[in-house]
């Protein structure tokens, strides 16, 4: 594990908030089955975090620990600077949680699932807030109807407008939009935008999802086998890999990685051997920018074929574990 | 305060279950009717109980009441695992309410819909049977008693199973025995000598008793005794409850 991984600038520059999730060598086991191997996580407060890792990797039993549902069998966790394990009645207040998988009485209607949850939280003013809940995810001509007729995008609405109910100062989302189609999907991340945006509560994400990491958060750390494998900004993970790659064919290389190597930006060019044909790879910061003068410089050595490949949270996974990604880990419990 | 706030939600959310389960008060309703009018009407006739006063069919009706008590209770402890199941109790568990005020308000619920029940029955019943309410205190008592030792059974159970089959099947296992051995169908004193002992043993004789006490003014053991007993064992039971939940809760 990186070193630097657990201490931050931000967290230096201001040493009165405590952050928002601090976790010291957590280690869970569920009989001989090892789900974290000694995590140490910090989240600053108001980030928009997400926790990345392939089927497995410890992602839901690290959140079932930060939200109270779960005791570590080793280390320890703070929650806005209080432990989870002795101080669960406080920190159960300032925990909103989107689980996985359903996790709704099917027999009570929409608004009467968000008026029971608005009683366990001790709300005022409950009507009111249930009917903003409501609308604020786009089931107020729903709201009386009982959930078991929900779709699953809906249900998963109703849950986030759950999880915010109580104003939440930390929501975590496990697997948020897991099973949903594209136009559901698209709702919910509209929906964490907007409320990140609104700059009030620190979103903790979990998704085994390359794309919705790199599309909704801003700092990412990715685990494997219950260790945190890396993390940083989903931007700079993917730069730390040296940058975009520009594969070229061409009919006449004599000289050209010479000339290429020149262009401003360009980190190294390295022959590429194929059976068939002759390619170099060249390694560039901002490749889009790039790519017309690198084609321009190009042009005398016969340009056969081009390939821009931009670095995915993909090739940081792979780079970083040896393992493609998208194939599900050992081990069932997640 | 907070504790008796989150009691009602959790009583409050079981009621509008309930309000909506037809089947379950169908059921429930037909169940002892069906019993008490085909078996208890043909043995009324044939049966004499030596000491009681009552007949047959009061002996037999208020012993089918005490029984919807006790499964209803049941039932009680394997809402945990439908809410386990459905997912919803996770939900519950992470909401900064006390694991006590959800085993209580499960208890309370079911105590609830047993003491409707069983005024709706005997409102019915006591047009052909000689079930009345003598002693309302009694017998509520011995419902409270009964809905809380068997909820306290079904939790404990239902924090060591996973599916509602296996549930199923092992709290008929359980429980069936319990119920023959109590005096739900014949008074306790008429039953053979080993038998008798096993449901002198049995707690749930005293709150068969005692709700005979409160529905029929009769009842074989003392009342006083039967009370303190079911008055500790609801005590004991809801404690066992509540720390069965919590083991199990805790992963």
Redesign the interface.
């Known amino acids: 594990m990186n070193p630097e991984a657990t201490t931050n600038p931000a967290q230096r520059s201001a040493p009165a908030l405590e952050p928002a999730v601090e976790a010291v060598g957590l280690v869970k086991h569920y009989g001989d089955v090892v789900a974290l191997d000694g995590l140490d996580l910090t989240v600053e407060r108001g980030r928009f975090f997400g926790l990345l890792g392939p089927n497995g990797a410890g992602k839901s039993t690290t959140v079932s620990i930060l939200a109270t549902l779960a005791t570590p069998t080793a280390g320890r966790a703070r929650l806005l600077g209080r432990d989870v394990v002795t101080e669960r009645a406080a920190v159960r207040r300032d925990v909103g949680l989107v689980f996985q998988e359903t996790t709704l009485d099917r027999e009570l209607t929409a608004r009467e699932q968000l008026d029971l949850h608005a009683r366990l939280y001790h709300l005022d003013e409950r009507p009111r807030r249930v009917r903003e809940a409501l609308a604020g995810v786009g089931l107020e001509r729903d709201a009386d109807r009982p959930v078991r007729g929900f779709s699953g995008g809906m249900k998963r609405r109703l849950e986030l407008a759950r999880g915010l109910l109580h104003r939440p100062r930390v929501l975590f989302l496990d697997e948020p939009t897991l099973g949903l189609d594209v136009a559901a999907r698209a709702a919910v991340w509209e929906r964490l935008r907007a409320l990140h945006a609104s700059g009030e509560v620190t979103i903790f994400l979990t998704t085994h999802s390359m794309e919705e990491a790199d599309a909704l958060c801003e700092e990412i750390a990715i685990v494997d086998r219950g260790r945190l494998v890396t993390r940083g900004a989903p931007s700079a993970l993917k730069a730390a890999l040296g940058g975009d790659v520009v594969r070229l064919a061409l009919g006449r290389p004599q000289g050209a990685a010479e000339a290429l190597a020149r262009v401003p930006g360009v980190a190294r060019v390295e022959p590429e051997a194929d059976d068939t044909q002759e390619r170099l790879r060249v390694t560039v910061a901002e490749g889009p920018r790039r790519l017309a003068q690198l084609l321009e410089v190009a042009r005398p050595f016969e340009v056969l074929e081009v390939e821009l490949h931009r670095p995915s949270l993909e090739h940081v996974f792979l780079h970083h574990t040896g393992r493609a990604f998208e194939r599900d880990g050992p081990g069932a419990a997640a | 305060m ?1 504790f008796l ?2 009691l ?2 959790i009583v ?2 079981e009621w ?2 309930y309000r ?2 037809r089947a379950y008060w169908v059921g429930q309703l037909v169940f002892p009717l069906v019993v008490v009018g085909f078996i208890g009407f043909g043995l009324n006739g044939v049966v004499r109980l030596p000491g009681e006063g009552t007949n047959y069919l009061g002996h037999l009706a208020s012993g089918i009441l005490a029984l919807l008590v006790g499964s209803g209770g049941v039932g009680g402890g394997m809402t945990l695992i439908q ?1 386990r199941e ?12 006390s694991r006590s005020a959800i085993v209580l308000g499960k208890i309370l619920s079911r105590v609830g819909a047993s003491v409707a029940l069983v005024l709706l029955l005997v409102a019915i019943l006591a047009s052909f049977t000689p079930l009345r309410l003598p002693h309302p205190g009694a017998a509520l008592l011995a419902i409270a008693a009964v809905t809380a030792a068997f909820v306290a059974l079904g939790i404990a159970l239902a924090t060591r199973l996973r599916s509602l089959e296996s549930f199923r099947l092992l709290a008929g296992l359980v429980t069936v025995p319990l119920y023959l051995l109590s005096g739900i169908f014949y008074p306790v004193s008429t039953l053979p000598a080993p038998s008798r002992w096993l449901a002198r043993l049995n707690p749930l004789t005293y709150g068969v008793d005692l709700l005979r006490y409160g529905l029929l003014d009769v009842h074989e053991f003392s009342v006083a005794a039967s009370s303190a007993f079911l008055l500790a064992l609801t005590v004991a039971a809801i404690t066992v409850a509540v720390v069965a939940f919590d083991r199990g809760s ?2």
Not at chain 2, 86 to 97: D, Q
């Open positions: 907070n706030s989150d009602a939600a409050r959310r509008l279950r909506r389960d809410d459905s997912g919803f109790l996770r939900a519950l568990l992470v909401a900064p309410v805790r992963a």
